[in-house]
């Protein structure tokens, strides 16, 4: 059954467990409630690498703990409140440092409780299994490798969602983990934090030049074809180029969009270079 948000508007199905699904290769994703927030397991010979913690409804370390007794490093690909909530159940997590500021205004207990009340359910979740505020993020650099023991994956900075955005590279599975940059519907560069539709572009094109297998994305559908990576970067390219965007209205409030048709990106007419 689907759910509406508060714009009347037809959102995913209301989940009340995480789910667990194996994708292959030693990689594991984790859907967690409520409304299906996106998280991903890598498991190497001596550590285990989550990107993402989702909301910080129920206990996602418990869930890990299911496929893996290996030592956990966590990273944020941005510090959304359904990306970095849950944090509080693991070691200090990896953000590029431009996100600190998201972090502290956004994945703590008393902003995802407002987040949560704008939920379906959300009140019962928030009352009942809420993560705490999680511990001070650590920076990582870009370009920096992660030693999981025999698998190395390595950390890309690419703004567009946020300033501080990240992605992250496995080449043994040929996944590229893109946060919310990359979408089958709409991304949006439209908050306070958003980086510029240049960034975005710039960010798309170091994505595509790693030529991944596949991307996972932090909303479903979320394994998506590395050519999902193709009509978002054209879209970024004609807005730099001056094409005539259309009028959009978001829950961010007015905003614009190009093309029409899906994907999209979304974007304030003051945040393009």
Known sequence: METTNKLGRKGP????????????????????????????????????????????????????????????????????????????????????????????????????????????????????????TGPEPIGIEDGAEIDLGGRILRVLYTPGHTRGSLSVYDP??????????????????VEWNAGTVADYCESLQKMEALHPQSICTGHKPNLLPAGTIDPLLSAARAVLDGAAPLESHSRNGDCLQYPAQSPCIRFRADNIR
């Open 172 to 189: 043994q599975s040929g996944i590229l983990f893109a946060g919310d940059n990359v979408s089958t519907t709409a991304v949006a560069l």
């Open 13 to 132: 199905p209301l989940q009340k467990e995480i789910e667990i699904t194996e994708i292959g290769k030693g990689v594991y994703n984790f859907s967690s409630p409520p409304v299906g927030f996106q998280q991903y397991l890598v498991a190497g010979e001596e550590r285990a690498l989550l990107i993402d913690t989702g909301i910080g409804v129920g206990s996602l370390k418990a869930a890990v703990e299911k496929i893996t007794s290996l030592p956990v490093i966590v990273i944020n690909t941005h510090c959304h409140p359904d990306h970095a909530g849950g944090n509080a159940e693991f070691p200090p997590a990896y953000i590029c440092p431009a996100e600190l500021e998201v972090y502290h205004r956004m994945a703590s207990l008393e902003f995802r409780l407002e987040d949560l009340s704008h939920m379906p359910m959300g009140a019962t979740f928030a009352s009942t299994s809420l993560q705490p």
